[in-house]
């Protein structure tokens, strides 16, 4: 029995399978369902859980090399959601682009986890180094 770190064997699953420059896409609540790839929804109420609580669970065993995120966030988001990305993202270099680029990407990725996050524009797309 799995005591600490990832608990969700489906996310588990997702991250096993990611290798060097794979990606994967952490969503939020609004965000289009993909057909194409495995998507793991973990969401349970609005913004339980965020993409930020995602992504700190997952950084302790994922080689992040760079991320993505749509330059609307930059446009749309409050300054506190903009320091807790740059908190959550420090050391990995972000790659701003048109949203309806950043959608361009997602049949590529291992997977989606999507979780219950309000926060516009607030999906990342994380790249494997």
């Known amino acids: 029995m ?3 770190g990832i608990l969700n064997p489906a996310i588990n699953s997702l991250l096993s399978r990611v290798r060097h420059t794979n990606t994967l896409v952490i969503a939020d609540r609004g965000f289009p369902y993909w057909p194409e790839i495995e998507t793991v929804d973990i969401s349970l109420v609005d913004d339980i859980p965020r993409v930020l609580d995602v992504l700190a669970a997952i950084r302790a065993n994922f080689n992040i090399g760079r991320a993505f995120m749509a330059e609307e966030f930059q446009a749309t988001a409050t300054t506190q959601a903009a320091l807790a990305y740059g908190r959550g993202l420090e050391g990995i270099p972000l790659v ?3 949203h309806e680029e950043l959608k ?8 989606l ?4 996050d309000t926060t516009p524009y607030a999906n990342l797309i994380l790249d494997s180094a």
């Open 96 to 98: 701003y682009e048109p």
């Open 2 to 4: 799995l005591i600490k």
């Open 113 to 116: 986890i999507r979780t219950g």
């Open 104 to 111: 361009r990407r997602v049949p590529s990725a291992i997977g």
